[in-house]
């Protein structure tokens, strides 16, 4: 390698290491929850923040009889789906749950709170009888009973009981799992063996590593990538600070891995995602100097009707703002997009949705982490 490409490899290596003492994870956490408050679909409440916002969806349900308004659109356009909702929401109520003082001591308990309320509001209304066409309660049944018993107790003055068909504890049906307090045979022990299993190959020691892309983010595929390397930032950070209460270490094909090294990795993995990249770009929002500006989003890339009031068509939507060519009105503060192909490059334009759309299964996964890390 001759001196000049010496040189610069050591000066990238130099702007990626002042890049992760920088990162503000505080600063991450806040705008995690802001973004819902930007992903609101119904009637806003008067203590809404993102005030770019109006209502929207004020009618849904109504052609069926049923209350449906409220909930969350999952990604860039105007849509609700019930599963990425309830993933969305499970996410975030697990990471209240498991990190309520961290998020205490940063002030975003209840906004956490607010942001799981504003989901499982919905879901209630989704169910209005017993197995109706709009119960995805029954579907999600877990998912369910998590979410209301943390709304019960609020996480403030008692411990929070999670109830489960084989668990009945303090801690989350999954966290028992990771410390092993079961039998050795049956389905709980395999579920333990395929999530370690899972985590080795995502800190490249298993048998079947995760591919990476050139500066070692977690790559699965191109069309949104980051969803899946927030999930697996979470799982690793839940099961770290199970091995380091339980003592004990991840025994993986290769080799003996302590729970601060599992740390150590999802904070390369959050730090890549907050701009210690090779194009030093954050992929959270609004969080940096340099960020994606045409974040495919239809709110954000659209005039908000507090400045502008005249109607926007659905034709006129793309017409007159999904192909123009400037940054986005609205900044979608908080939102993290689809992230770079496996080659770490990103094109920053609207209409490249594989890479530039924003998710809330994408984010939710973050809050926790970001609260332990902060």
């Known amino acids: ?43 806003l409440p008067p203590n809404q923040r993102v005030q770019w916002r109006g209502d929207a969806g004020l009618s849904d349900g109504k052609d069926a009889g049923v209350d449906l308004v409220g909930g969350y659109c999952d990604a860039g356009d105007n849509v609700k789906f019930g599963f990425p909702m309830a993933f969305t929401v499970t996410m975030l109520a697990w990471s209240a749950v498991d990190f309520r003082e961290q998020l205490m ?59 489960f068909p084989f668990i009945n504890s303090s801690k989350s049906g999954v966290q028992k799992i990771l410390e092993g307090n079961f039998s050795d045979s049956g389905n709980l022990s395999e579920y333990k063996n395929s999530a370690e299993q899972f985590i080795c190959n995502c800190i490249q020691k298993g048998s079947n590593n995760v591919k990476t892309t050139s500066a070692g983010l977690l790559w699965w595929q191109g069309f949104n990538n980051l969803q899946y390397v927030t999930t697996a930032a979470f799982v690793t950070t839940t099961y770290a600070d199970s091995l380091t209460a339980t003592r004990k270490t991840l025994q993986c094909p290769g080799g003996s891995v302590k729970p601060e090294d599992l740390i150590t990795f999802v904070k390369s993995q959050v730090d890549y995602i907050l701009g210690s990249n ?21 709110g954000s890339s659209i005039v908000s009707i507090k400045k ?56 939710a996964p973050l809050v926790g982490v970001l609260a332990r890390l902060a």
Not at 130 to 151: C, P, R, T
Request: proline share 5%.
């Open 308 to 363: 502008d009031k005249t109607p926007v068509t659905c034709k006129g939507g793309f017409e007159t703002w999904f192909n123009k060519d400037a940054p986005n009105p609205n900044v979608l503060r908080g939102a993290i997009v689809g992230g770079p192909d496996q080659s770490d490059h990103y094109n920053d334009a609207r209409g490249n949705f594989m890479q530039a759309e924003a998710a809330t299964a994408n984010s």
């Open 1 to 43: 390698m001759s001196s000049t490409s010496l040189l610069s490899l050591g000066f990238s290596l130099l702007l990626l290491t002042q890049n992760v003492a920088s990162v503000d994870y505080g600063a991450a956490l806040t705008s995690s929850l802001l973004y819902f408050e930007a992903q609101r679909s119904g009637k």
């Open 278 to 298: 090779p194009p030093g770009t954050s992929y959270r929002v609004g969080f940096g100097s340099k960020y994606p500006q045409q974040v495919h989003h239809r």
């Open 105 to 163: 001591a940063r002030g975003e308990l209840s906004n956490a709170l607010d942001a799981i309320k504003w989901g499982t509001d919905y879901f209630i209304k989704a169910h209005p009888q017993a197995n109706s066409e709009f119960s995805w309660v029954d579907k999600y049944v877990g998912a369910q009973i998590l979410l209301a018993k943390v709304l019960e107790t609020k996480l403030i003055s008692q411990p929070t009981t999670l109830y």
